[in-house]
């Protein structure tokens, strides 16, 4: 990070900088598709500048992140100084229930070792879990 402050940086650049999705046109296309929202309740644009402290929530593959701006960059760092200039505040239940569901979650051809498929039981309890109807 240089010396000098940052004072202005889109959305998307900045969820893309902190490593929480892979490409830049991957965070545009989730701001836009409403994915990414400030205190949990207003979808915002890509192009919407990011302040220290305000509070996002962000729907990525299912699962509900919530941050909390702590410092801005601009550019992708490494892994390890990219989770100190956010914080994760995603609550507690929500986390146990991201735990339970890719518990019973097995990408094609991905299963561990001495597991099956899902039951018809745990399909249903996933389904219940999700809240998919």
């Known amino acids: 990070m240089d010396s000098e ?13 902190i490593r929480l999705f892979k490409t830049r046109s991957l965070s545009a296309s989730a701001c836009n598709e409403g994915k990414v929202k ?5 979808p915002v644009k890509a192009s919407k500048v990011v302040k220290p402290g305000e ?3 962000i729907r990525k593959e299912g699962k509900r992140t919530v941050i909390k701006v702590i ?11 990219a989770t100190t200039c956010y914080a994760d505040i995603t609550p ?5 229930k991201q735990q339970m569901i890719s518990a019973f979650y097995f990408p094609a051809g991905k299963r561990g070792n001495k ?19």
């Not at 400030?38 to 207003?42: M, Q, Y």
């Not at 597991?115 to 109807?133: A, N, V």
Request: charged share 45%; aromatic share 6%; proline share 2%.
């Open 5 to 17: 402050q940052i004072t202005k940086v889109r959305i998307d650049k900045y969820l893309w900088a």
């Open 38 to 42: 400030i205190d949990e309740e207003t």
């Open 55 to 57: 509070i996002y929530s």
């Open 71 to 81: 410092t801005l960059i601009e550019n992708r760092v490494n892994a390890s100084i």
């Open 92 to 96: 507690e239940e929500e986390k146990e």
């Open 115 to 133: 597991q099956s498929r899902p039951t018809k039981k745990d399909r249903r309890k996933l389904t219940e879990m999700r809240g998919d109807i």
